[in-house]
């Protein structure tokens, strides 16, 4: 599906994508309801926030390609219940490169 160009992603995240935190915060409820560690509810609660963030990122970075919307749906529920390894992946490969931002850019 190819957006119209008079449409912002700000709109069309408030006219129906206000609903991929909710189902990356679904994703991350599962696991941790699934999980047998025991966790504080302020862990818990900043879990479910990072898992809904995570999956608002992914429908901003896939909202205008031209998939299925099942497809999406299915994504943005994964992203939400492996955002922990998500955000620290994102987060060592940052570390690296500011290390060595050489080995990262080519010339």
């Known amino acids: ?3 119209e160009p008079e449409k912002s992603l700000l709109k ?10 909710l189902i990356g ?8 309801m699934a999980s047998s560690d025991k966790i504080g ?4 609660i900043k879990k479910i926030l990072a ?5 608002t990122i992914a429908w901003f970075i896939l909202e ?4 299925s919307s099942f497809y999406k749906a299915i994504t943005y529920g994964i992203v939400g219940v492996i955002s922990p390894e998500i955000i620290n ?3 060592k490969l940052g570390k ?7 080995k990262y850019i080519k010339k």
């Open 51 to 55: 898992a809904a963030i995570a999956s």
């Open 41 to 44: 509810i302020l862990d818990y």
């Open 64 to 67: 205008q390609t031209d998939i």
């Open 12 to 21: 069309e995240f408030i006219s129906g994508g206000w609903i991929i935190p």
């Open 96 to 102: 690296r490169f500011e290390k060595n931002p050489a």
């Open 1 to 3: 599906m190819i957006m």
């Open 89 to 91: 992946g994102v987060v």
């Open 25 to 32: 915060a679904a994703g991350m409820l599962a696991r941790l």
